[in-house]
């Protein structure tokens, strides 16, 4: 996989217009992880498959009460 195969979300650091993205021995991190078999790379769940934050207070909640 290249590099710029590579789906990094951008989140803004508090209140600063700078963003956090990965530096070049993080991306070399990655792409040896994903040739070495010993090793596992996953990735996040695209937006619309992730959990909101009702979703997990309802399960916390649903776990408290089963």
């Known amino acids: ?3 710029d195969d590579y789906n990094v979300n951008e989140y ?3 209140n600063d217009s ?3 993205r990965l ?3 993080d991306l070399a991190i990655l792409d040896d992880a994903e ?3 010993n090793k596992v790379v996953t990735k996040p769940p ?3 498959f ?3 934050y009702i979703s997990v207070f309802c399960i916390i909640i649903n776990k408290m009460i089963g």
């Open 1 to 3: 996989m290249a590099r």
């Open 12 to 14: 803004p650091q508090d």
């Open 18 to 20: 700078e963003n956090i």
């Open 23 to 25: 530096d070049d021995d």
């Open 35 to 37: 040739n070495d078999s």
């Open 46 to 48: 695209a937006k619309p």
């Open 50 to 52: 992730q959990l909101g």
